[in-house]
């Protein structure tokens, strides 16, 4: 069975792509956001809050938050349940992007061009009146959206280099990932998506609810009381918790105790006792 957090996440990223565009437009603003895999029941819900240049996005399934401040080059990844965050550089975050797009880009045997098409076909979901977008790629649709226009600002083009700089992270998948949403950006907001995984699985994701509200400024700093973490300190714990499971491991003889150390040369043994000579018979 197709594990929903993991695959979400594909299309999560493509449709936060579209919001952290145009977070200055959508500046104190609160989107819900409901994600699932097309035929099963289980469904995540993500609460994003926009204030001016950041946002917050809350999984209370998941009990943690991401908070990205572009003013202060930060994001936070909170762990509620262990008090704790892991905060890094965004253009860190950015390079690292770039060298998983380049990597992937490398294996993609061929991208093609994606078309993105006007139905005219029109429903109201979420309250929103939408216009659905069918994505082609390489003759086969990969996907399909529901844009509206009620959820619009001539401001958003320009803050598209904003988010972009840190690169498409689907690499030379570009098609399934936020090369679209960049796109359908420019045909209206993305209220409904749903995208095929290269595995066949189908995700879904769909805004529930997008309204303006007054943010609170406490919501976008680090939670009182929790303990901060650095990628370095990821790092160090992980190395401390390898060389303890070497030395559990390896309590034996020659077993060596810490990385790079060599092995203890075996224990000297007793030369064997010399052969009596056979008495004449």
């Not at 200055?24 to 204030?51: L, N, P, R, Y």
Request: charged share 20%; proline share 7%.
């Amino acid at each position: 069975m197709s594990s929903l957090k993991h695959k979400t996440a594909f299309v999560s990223f493509g449709v936060l792509a579209v919001l952290l565009l145009s977070q200055t437009a959508f500046a104190s603003w609160v989107i819900e956001q409901e994600e699932s895999i097309v035929g099963q029941d289980e469904k995540v819900v993500t609460t994003m809050t926009f204030s001016e240049n950041a946002m917050r996005a809350d999984n209370p399934k998941m009990n943690s938050a991401v908070i990205m401040n572009f003013d202060t080059d930060t994001m936070m990844m909170i762990q509620n349940g262990q008090k704790m965050y892991l905060e890094m550089k965004i253009s860190v975050l950015a390079e690292q992007m770039k060298q998983m797009a380049a990597m992937m880009s490398q294996k993609e045997e061929s991208k093609g061009e994606v078309t993105f098409t006007q139905t005219g076909e029109k429903k109201e979901i979420s309250g929103f009146p939408c216009a659905k977008i069918v994505i082609m790629h390489q003759g086969k649709q990969i996907g399909e959206m529901w844009v509206t226009k009620e959820i619009n600002d001539a401001e958003v083009k320009k803050v598209y280099g904003k988010f972009f700089e840190m690169a498409d992270v689907q690499g030379g998948n570009a098609p399934r990932g936020v090369a679209a949403m960049k796109k359908a950006l420019e045909m209206g907001f993305p209220i409904q998506v749903e995208q095929e995984m290269p595995d066949g699985a189908k995700i879904r994701s769909v805004v529930l609810s997008a309204k303006e509200k007054k943010a609170n400024p406490l919501d976008f700093m680090p939670p009182a009381g929790f303990q901060r973490l650095t990628p370095e300190d990821i790092m160090r714990q992980q190395q401390q918790q390898m060389m303890m499971q070497q030395q559990q491991q390896g309590m034996g003889p020659g077993a060596p105790m810490s990385p790079g150390m060599p092995p203890a040369p075996p224990a000297p043994q007793a030369p064997p006792a010399p052969s009596k000579p056979d008495k004449a018979k």
